[in-house]
């Protein structure tokens, strides 16, 4: 299955969750076996000949693939949440959204310094929330492998935020 027979079973959502907004719906991927087995591979594929110790998932469907993703390359996994729901201690960054800003955290135990990270998430829009995770992996001294997406916006120019960085992606728009 190619890149583009994943990209024709996203539904496409006109007006989610705002007027304006074209959402694009995984769902209707992930109910589909082979087109979920295959987009892990394509998000793997760049990494399979690269040692990755700890893959990272982001909130929340980030952990739709960064745990497969992990079982395949033998790695951890560790989540990054939104604030309040992880119980140890953790590191906390703040980050921008379009209209205010969020947070995010990690356990300050997730990583160990030298430990070889990839970072995992369904959407690579304008890339503040991944640079929020990059901020928190780099202060637990991770060495970031690369940046794996199943769906790029383009238009959204993220990946300009992520320069000098490995970014994947299997799905643009």
């Known amino acids: 299955m190619s890149a583009e027979a994943l ?3 996203i539904r496409e959502v006109p007006d989610f969750p705002k007027p304006g907004i074209l959402f694009y719906d995984i769902t209707t991927l992930l109910k589909d076996p082979a ?28 952990f739709i693939f960064s745990g497969p993703m992990a079982y395949e390359l033998r790695a951890g996994l560790v989540p990054v949440r ?15 959204l379009e209209y205010g800003s969020n947070t995010l955290e990690i ?7 030298g430990q070889r990270v990839l970072i995992v998430d369904d959407l690579l829009a304008t890339g503040g929330t991944v640079r929020g ?4 992996v780099e202060r637990l001294e991770g060495e970031i492998v690369g940046l ?7 238009f959204l120019k993220g990946r300009e935020r992520l320069q000098g960085r490995q970014v994947t992606s299997v799905v643009q728009y």
């Open 133 to 136: 995770t990059i901020d928190l």
């Open 35 to 62: 087109a979920y087995r295959e987009a892990i591979e394509l998000m793997l594929a760049p990494y399979r000949g690269e040692r990755v110790d700890l893959v990272v998932g982001m909130e929340s469907r980030g």
């Open 7 to 9: 990209r024709a079973k």
């Open 82 to 96: 939104k604030l309040g729901k992880l119980p140890a201690e953790t590191l906390t960054v703040e980050y921008a």
């Open 148 to 154: 794996s997406f199943l769906v790029e916006l383009l």
């Open 107 to 113: 356990h300050r135990d997730a990583i160990q310094p």
